[in-house]
């Protein structure tokens, strides 16, 4: 399937005075996908965001929404709408008044009737059939924010942005709302725009995620891309966590490059795609990647003592160290970390991995 462009950042700066919050922002995205803004706090995310929604215009470049330049559209006019983190329900009408809120500015008038049915097939859409009558006070914090999307999702909107919308619940009741509200993105066919700090919420729901550093995007993939073909250290560092390894490339055969680590370790790693076939190199080598195995059950393998051995439940992790590496952390399943005899505190280990584990990092 062609995927077709429903919004655009051309080239988009955004300035706040002597701020540049965003800085040639160039993006797309397409009809129906979730994606999400994800970095950490001050890093331009909801400044894109809001951007896309028309309450920011772009200092320099072009916002589109279905192929039309939309710097100067006010947000009721566009196409779009957003649910906040707080919410920014009226707490004085009741949920029906609530989401029929957008239907009852219309002009012209919607019919009564009409308004009633798209308000309780709203309702029904996130899970509370029969609640048109509540008072907002009346709900717990997770039923308010399913009264803010429906009061999004009712004007039938071609974009709904999310800025942080579960920020406010709890650990559980994030985590249930993760997986109705991408259950929710699917059933309508909209296109979710969610701004996150929270790769956990980002990777879980997301078609692609767009990681942004600074005010610039770092990197925009699908989980998968971001976790597996990281492009720098940044985005190899904020998805999931990495062992850093300063290396020299002694020279690369297509994606292979063979570099040489502290104490004259061999990696074969596979190379990011600007990464140099000869001089200094960051090697990425993530935890899971990593055999660790008691002396003795492994012949081969760098030599490391166990120097903290932290039990989770489905896995064990390991931090090592060695004369070379000063600290290595593995993190293995709990049955493998079974069957190699589950190595303690100050035990010598061998630890190996398998050709094209790490990835070579261009120096940022
Ligand atoms: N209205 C404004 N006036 C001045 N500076 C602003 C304004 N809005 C944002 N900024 C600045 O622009 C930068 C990016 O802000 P933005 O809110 O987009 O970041 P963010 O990644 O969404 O952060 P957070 O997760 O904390 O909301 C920050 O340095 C912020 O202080």
Known sequence: MVNQTIAELRNVTKRFGAVTAAEGLDLAIFQGEFLSFLGPSGCGKTTALRMLAGFEQASEGDVLIDGTVVNRVPPYQRPVNMVFQQYALFPHMDV??????????RRPRLARADIAAKVARALDMVRL???ADRRIWE???????RVALARAIVNEPKILLLDE???ALDKKLRHDMQIELKSLQRELGITFVLVTHDQEEALSMSDRVCIMH????AQIGTPEELYDQPQNRYVADFIGRSNFISAR????DGERLVAEGPGGLRFVARAAEKTAGEGAV???LRPEEIRVAPDGVAAQGHEMQVMHRIFLGEHVEYHLRSKALDHLIAVVPRSTDIAEGTPGVGVTVRVSWRDGAALALAED
């Not at 029906?96 to 500015?105: E, H, K, M, S």
């Not at 600074?214 to 995007?217: A, C, K, L, P, Q």
């Open 282 to 284: 960051t090697l990425s």
């Open 249 to 252: 490339a002694l020279g690369r």
């Open 139 to 145: 709900m717990s914090g997770g039923q308010q924010q």
């Open 96 to 105: 029906a008044r609530n989401v029929a809120y957008g239907l009852n500015q």
């Open 165 to 167: 919308p579960m920020a």
């Open 214 to 217: 600074r005010g610039r995007i």
């Open 129 to 131: 059939p029969g609640f």
